[in-house]
């Protein structure tokens, strides 16, 4: 049987790990996703604008920025990745006539000629009803989104209400969460439960037993003293 363990000092290069034994370590401890309180969660926000906007507002749009906060994020593979700064992404230009909705993605790509993590802008198809791209879920390749965007004709801005977020969606992204499941306590409970019951139901029974010997004694007594019978050792029945 083989194991797959770690971490320990190599000696003569017995104990080396690649990188895929050092993201397993975050399996089974934490889910997939954005940690929400981390910097900024991923969010994506209206554009950061840029210090020359007035000079660029007046030519032709070509592309659509908007901001993506910083933040830090894993897969599911345990492979991880942070967002140091706030940075503009770019949209492709509006269609003419049609909406569409693009989705801003983290891209983790484990092929052998890329081997990152990404942020990725998935241009939608125009159409009267758009829908958002689909994301890839491979082996080789995750995807995680952050938000969708949704792109009126011959917009020249996106504005925050047309961010569609999608982190807290677990279907899609989520946030971190840990994996430990709370212990049940429920049968430790049918077990005090059940102790509990058969204490009670022998205090009833002793003192049931207990009530019943003194009615039976003071009944007993009575009628010694009703006889005139001082010391009830020396009575003795006589049959008549």
Known sequence: MTLDFGYFDSVDGDRLYDADTMSRYFTGIIS????????????VTEAIKPEDEEDEATETVTELPVAVQPGKAYFSNGKWVTNPYAHNVFLEAPAMTLPRIDRIVLRCDRTYDERNVSIVVKTGVPDPAPVPPELISTEEIEEMSLCQVYVDPEATAITQDKIIDERP??????????????VSTEELFNQYDAAFEKWFKDIKETVAT????RQYSSNYYTMNKD?????????KLVNI
């Open 32 to 43: 997939r996703g954005v940690l929400q309180a981390y910097e900024g969660g991923f969010q």
């Open 169 to 182: 969606n677990n279907s899609v992204c989520g946030f971190v969460h840990q994996l430990f499941e709370q």
């Open 210 to 213: 207990t009530t019943l010997i």
């Open 227 to 235: 006889f005139g019978i001082d010391n009830p050792a020396k009575f």
